[in-house]
């Protein structure tokens, strides 16, 4: 027995392991044991909702169940808001105050949720919209986000937005280029002024005899462009499941830079071989059809 008070003794319940240890209706709060499983002195520290024993020395957890601890003023905090579920394997990081509410931020230095440069992910200020927010400035006194993406998306206005270097796939481009778009599942592509000016629409009334290659026009490109996928020549040919062939020849070196090239029937549209690059200057267009058939050409259709 151990005096604690005097009026009150406890019990030394002796050595016990971590499952083992007393939970009689005889425990009381201030009585102590030995854990052999902690190699550590415990003691009852409650005894609802059941009896709880604490290695001497050290600090409960702070509730509630499954919270997180952190440093609440040098003591253990824990918070509803911020739990791990050990089943799961989940971290569950969410705010059950009022609305608007922000789950996440990533900010500068100490400043807190608003001020200063930071990266929210919560509701917007109606507390029904889910958003992620970037702002460079103190929003709580008003200042502009640099970006705000909602559910539906929206932004605000006005965008305060800097880029400092906008790269895709490492290149940034060349000073005066665009960013165009090559639909779905391609990387964009950088454009300069003079792609701008594309498409090339050109009309043909262009025939060549069986096997021969006949020159049905010309085209000059201003400056170096790279052919996109959905370049076409609106090709025909008199005969059946005819190969008929469209090329674009350096004027000057006579080099083939581009072909269209397809087993027809009649007319079909035909689309540019990869995406060729072409340098800034004259193209002959020259049509061939395979042997015993003419082939047609009415339109080349040029874009990036």
């Known amino acids: 027995m151990a005096l604690r008070s005097p009026t009150q003794t406890h019990s030394y319940w002796g050595p016990y392991a971590s499952g083992s240890l007393p939970t009689s209706s005889n425990v009381q709060v201030g009585d102590t044991a030995y854990n052999t499983s902690l190699g550590s002195l415990v003691v009852c520290t409650a005894l609802a909702p059941s009896v709880a024993?604490?290695?001497?020395?050290?600090?409960?957890?702070?509730?509630?169940?499954?919270?997180?601890?952190?440093?609440?003023?040098?003591?253990?905090?824990?918070?509803?808001?911020?739990?791990?579920?050990?089943?799961?394997?989940?971290?569950l990081l969410e705010d059950t105050g009022s609305a608007p509410r922000q789950f996440v931020e990533l900010a500068t230095g100490s400043t807190s949720l608003g001020v200063g440069p930071s990266l929210s992910i919560g509701e917007d200020n109606a507390g029904s919209i889910a958003s992620v927010t970037l702002s460079a400035d103190n929003m709580t006194a008003g200042g502009p986000a640099i970006l705000r993406a909602e559910n539906p998306f929206s932004f605000p206005s006005p965008i305060d937005l800097q880029i400092l270097d906008l790269q895709i796939n490492g290149d940034s481009g060349v000073s005066g280029y665009v960013?165009?778009?090559?639909?779905?599942?391609?990387?964009?592509?950088?454009?300069?002024?003079?792609?701008?000016?594309?498409?090339?629409?050109?009309?043909?009334?262009?025939?060549?005899?069986?096997?021969?290659?006949?020159?049905?026009?010309?085209?000059?490109i201003p400056n170096a462009i790279t052919l996109g996928v959905n370049s076409q020549a609106r090709l025909g040919t008199s005969g059946t499941a005819q190969t008929v062939t469209l090329q674009l020849l350096d004027a000057t070196t006579s080099v083939v830079v581009a072909t269209f090239s397809e087993s027809i029937t009649g007319f079909a549209s035909v689309a540019v071989t990869g995406t060729p690059a072409l340098s800034a200057?004259?193209?002959?267009?020259?049509?061939?059809a395979d042997a015993k058939a003419q082939a047609f050409a009415r339109g080349l259709y040029l874009t990036v």
């Open 53 to 91: 024993w604490t290695a001497v020395g050290s600090t409960p957890p702070a509730s509630p169940k499954m919270a997180i601890q952190f440093n609440n003023v040098g003591a253990f905090g824990g918070s509803a808001d911020l739990t791990y579920d050990a089943t799961t394997q989940t971290v």
């Open 179 to 220: 960013l165009q778009s090559r639909g779905p599942a391609a990387a964009p592509l950088w454009i300069g002024p003079e792609s701008l000016a594309l498409p090339i629409i050109l009309s043909l009334d262009g025939t060549s005899a069986s096997t021969v290659a006949t020159n049905v026009g010309g085209v000059y």
């Open 281 to 288: 200057g004259w193209y002959d267009i020259v049509l061939t």
